[in-house]
């Protein structure tokens, strides 16, 4: 069966999942995003500016992919305008599923979105906006809104180095030490459960031992980044996604000092990464009929 759609302007925001301890399970909505707009056409069709203008379009687009999955067919014209950076864990992936999902009028674009992705947390963030907890349950994806203080902002460093999440994921222990997951997963409830006031998060509960130790050797600048991150006035920090950007958590009202003191601390060392303060997205997916 195949479905037409009609004219429309999906704006879907990027995320950071994992947020150190929270492997695979927490992500929160950024305010960088990609926008889609649709229309039927005889083919498929796709122009992209910004982030993936140099992607080719071939039967590996995952536009095209998501279109014929959702729809039965390819016969619409997409546009792409998108100001998130690939292969630098910040869910540009799942942002594109996600709105793709939504532009072809898909009851269900998340689950869409996860047949893709393999895994709900940025495509959860991206769609609902906000933060989330979410999980794969016998099939199906299982997802909470998670309260995030609104003086909380993030403060991102996005080096020029692309981590492909395949070879990151490929990294990964096929087992832990129990001492290391109970860990985990103490730290991972606190920051949860912490969100919601800035005021009692504290730096442990962004400490995660069991991916980033693992991938830190595809990105050795990593801990060094984060170290900076903290003496610059950030709670906590960790990798955001499986990187390379690297996510600092601050108070609204310290983050353009720490903005500086982290650019300062680069100057130091000779190197020059993209670095800026990002809010939350709480929005979510948003559609805007033509």
Partial sequence: MTKEVSAKTVRTPASTANLGPGFDTLAIALDRFIEVDVEVSSSF?????GYGA??????????????????????VALSIR?????????????ALAVAVAVACESDDPLSVAVHFE?????????????????????GRSVVRGIEVDSELVSVLVIPEN???THKLRAALPKSVLRIDAIENLSNSLMLALSLKDASTIERFMFKDNIHQRYRSQFFTESDTIMDE??????????????????????????AKQ????????QEDRGVFHQVEVVEFNRTGTVVQLA
């Fill in 229 to 254: 991150l903290i003496r610059s006035g950030c709670i906590g920090a960790a990798w955001s996604g499986a990187g390379s950007t690297m996510i600092g958590f601050s108070t609204r009202s310290h």
């Fill in 82 to 94: 998108s100001d998130i950076p690939l292969a630098r864990g910040m869910g540009s992936s799942a």
């Fill in 258 to 265: 720490v903005l500086s003191k982290v650019k300062r601390f």
């Fill in 45 to 49: 069709e796709v122009t992209s500016s």
């Fill in 54 to 75: 140099g992607v080719p379009v071939d039967d590996n687009h995952l536009a095209l992919q998501v279109c014929k999955f959702v729809l039965g067919h390819s016969n």
């Fill in 162 to 164: 692309e981590l492909p």
């Fill in 118 to 138: 393999g895994h709900p947390e940025n495509a959860a963030a991206s769609l609902y906006g906000g933060a989330v907890a979410a999980a794969s349950v016998e």
